[in-house]
């Protein structure tokens, strides 16, 4: 009986609780987010050259499975010019390097998936320049069945993230309801979306369509006030390997041509007056991560 109570005890001993699954953090880890700085350098065809954009970015896990961003804009970046009297340049004016350490200018944004009265949504907050402050949007993203995604934006004047010309700000508070349209029935490499400004009363139709190589996309934009319609045509070719080549007109005659390849990007503005050279940018991404 005492052998059977020394063997009892002895087996209790070697049993171990099994391990436990870690709780995910329902906090913002700093220790955990990744940083990262870039810019982009452009150069112009009247001789100048800048890094027009200098910025710290931040990404961490947030409030089980949500993202977290920062993204600060420095004050100070390094620029230089030439012309017939030479080359000036800011990177010896000491006194204005100290505008480097000046992170008042920053964004920043939470995402996160939920459920809302049983619908699935990705919500987005956006903050831009809050040490300034600027416009927040509300961003609310959801699929519903036989009419397709559908996002409703919320976005206060001024906001650029929210404005649907590419680094334009909004002119005014804005109320905007965005349709994905279902067209994979019609055809695999049409695409079409419809959005309309419950505030501003202004409204946009997206058609594109994919073959091949060639990617073209039409954006008719709608003044439902004043009945006024605008017209801009993309068209996209990436048949010669790492090189991409666009073309943007719109109705009135403008619009640009551009070469990618990697990094680097060739925009050559064009108008009914033809070319400016002037205007010919070639600009370089950079960004290091930290």
């Known amino acids: 009986v005492d052998g059977d109570a020394h063997n009892s005890a002895h087996s209790a001993q070697l049993k171990r609780p099994a391990p436990r699954t870690p709780t995910p953090p ?8 990744d940083i990262k700085v870039a810019g982009v350098v452009t150069a112009t065809g009247d001789g100048a050259v800048a ?25 100070f970046s390094p620029s230089a ?3 017939k009297n030479g080359v000036t340049t800011n990177m010896t004016d000491f006194g ?5 350490t000046n992170l008042d200018d920053f964004d ?3 995402a996160k998936s939920t459920e809302i009265m049983g619908q699935a949504c990705d919500l987005n907050l956006s903050m831009e320049k809050v040490g300034r402050g600027g416009a927040s949007a509300l961003t609310a993203k959801t699929n519903v069945e036989n009419v397709g995604d559908v996002t409703i934006t919320l976005a206060g004047a001024g906001h650029k993230g929210a404005c649907p010309d590419d680094g334009q700000a909004l002119g005014a508070d804005m109320c905007r309801i965005s349709v994905n349209l279902p067209t994979a029935d019609i055809h695999k490499d049409l695409t079409a979306s419809v959005d309309y400004d419950v505030a501003g009363k202004d409204a946009n139709m997206r058609v594109g369509y994919k073959s091949g190589d060639v ?3 039409l954006r008719s934009a709608v003044a ?25 007109m719109n109705d009135s005659g403008s619009g640009k041509l551009s070469v990618t390849k990697d990094r680097y990007e060739l925009e050559v503005p064009v108008s009914k007056s033809g070319v400016n050279k002037d ?4 600009t370089m991404k950079w960004s290091m991560a930290m």
């Not at 890094?51 to 961003?69: D, H």
């Not at 204005?96 to 480097?100: A, E, L």
């Not at 205007?279 to 070639?282: A, G, P, T």
């Open 26 to 33: 329902t906090h913002l880890e700093m220790d955990q987010m």
């Open 51 to 75: 890094n027009k954009k200098f910025t710290i970015t931040g990404t961490s896990t947030f409030a089980k499975g949500g993202k977290l961003t920062l993204k600060s804009r420095l004050k």
């Open 81 to 83: 010019s030439a012309d």
């Open 96 to 100: 204005d390097m100290h505008k480097i």
């Open 108 to 110: 920043l944004s939470i």
């Open 215 to 217: 990617t073209v996309a």
């Open 224 to 248: 439902t006030t004043t009945k006024v319609m605008a017209h801009t045509v993309n068209a996209n070719y990436s048949g010669i390997e790492g090189i991409g080549i666009g073309i943007e």
């Open 279 to 282: 205007d010919i940018k070639l």
